[in-house]
C-alpha cells in the first residue's frame, strides 16, 4: 500500500523517532491536530499553532513526510478567553499548510462546550474547510446526536464533517447524518480485528493514529493495520480508501 495518510495525529506530541518510524513503514501525509491539555490561555493555543506549522512541519519534511495542520479549540483544553481564539481562526487559515479545524467537539457535552463546537462550525462553514471531530469514551451515542445537531443547525455540510474514534456504536448515526467516520485504530476501541470484521461499514472512513500522550497508543497503528487487513484478504481497493484516498479527497491534499 502507497502513500498512507494518518488523518489525525497530535504531532507535537509525536517524538522525532515516531515521525521517522511512520515514514519507514509508508506513511506519506500526516493531519496534526491541535491539542493542548489543560490550556488556559489563548496565547497556549496559539504557541501551540506555531510550533506545529514551524518545527513540526519541519521535522515531517526532513523525514519525507508531508504535514497539513488543523487548528482549534479541543474540548480538553478550552481557554478562558476562547472567544480570542475564534476570532483567530481565519487567518490560520488562511495559511497553505492549514486544511481545517480540529480537533474540536464535545467531551462532556455541557453548554459551554456546546458554545465553543458551535463558534468554531461557523468560521467552517464561512471559509468552506473540513472539521476533524471528537467523540468521548462516555455517552458516546448521546454527545454525538447533541454534536450532529449542532453542525446541522449551523449548515455544515455532512461531507466536510469527520466525526473521529467511530466504532460500532456511532457508525450508523454517522452514516446517516453523511458525515465521514473517522477509524481511530487502538486497542481499547476500533481494532484492526474489528475493522476487517466490518470493513463495509467502515469504508467511507479515513484511518488515524490519533496519536497523543493521553492514553497508551501506537503511531504505527495505521501501517499495522493496513498490513493486517491485506494479510487478512480485504478487498485492496477498500484499504486504499479508507488508508489514503479518502482522506486525500476530503482535506483536498
Ligand atoms: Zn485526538
Known amino acids: 500500500m502507497e502513500g498512507i495518510v494518518d488523518s489525525h495525529t497530535h504531532v507535537s506530541l509525536l517524538p522525532y523517532e515516531g515521525l521517522e518510524n511512520m515514514a519507514l513503514a509508508g506513511v506519506k501525509k500526516i493531519i496534526g491536530c491541535s491539542i493542548f491539555f489543560g490550556a488556559k490561555h489563548a496565547e497556549t493555543l496559539f504557541d501551540h499553532f506555531h ?19 488543523a487548528v482549534g479549540i479541543h474540548p480538553m483544553g478550552t481557554p478562558v478567553d476562547w472567544p480570542r481564539v475564534i476570532d483567530a481562526l481565519p487567518d490560520y487559515l488562511k495559511m497553505s499548510d492549514v486544511i481545517g479545524l480540529g480537533e474540536i467537539g464535545l467531551h462532556e457535552g455541557s453548554q459551554r462546550e456546546q458554545n465553543v463546537l458551535r463558534e468554531q462550525l461557523k468560521v467552517a462553514k464561512e471559509y468552506g474547510v473540513p472539521v476533524i471531530i471528537h467523540t468521548p469514551p462516555r455517552d458516546r451515542m448521546e454527545i454525538t446526536n447533541k454534536t450532529i445537531e449542532i453542525a446541522a443547525a449551523v449548515g455544515m455540510e455532512p461531507g466536510k464533517v469527520i466525526i473521529d474514534h467511530a466504532d ?23 481494532t484492526p480485528h474489528l ?54 479527497e476530503v482535506f483536498g491534499i
Open 51 to 69: 510550533q506545529m506549522l514551524t518545527l513540526s512541519v519541519k521535522n515531517a519534511a526532513q523525514n519525507g513526510i508531508r504535514l497539513f495542520v
Open 168 to 190: 460500532l456504536d456511532i457508525i450508523d448515526l454517522i452514516e446517516d447524518f453523511g458525515a465521514i467516520p473517522g477509524l481511530t485504530i487502538r486497542q481499547e476501541g476500533l
Open 195 to 248: 475493522l476487517l470484521n466490518h470493513l463495509e461499514r467502515f469504508q467511507r472512513g479515513v484511518l488515524n493514529s490519533d496519536y497523543s500522550n493521553l492514553k497508551p497508543n501506537d503511531p504505527l497503528s495505521v501501517p499495522k493495520a493496513v498490513r493486517y487487513l491485506e494479510l487478512n484478504g480485504a478487498p485492496p481497493e477498500i484499504i486504499a480508501r479508507i488508508a489514503r484516498y479518502n482522506a486525500e
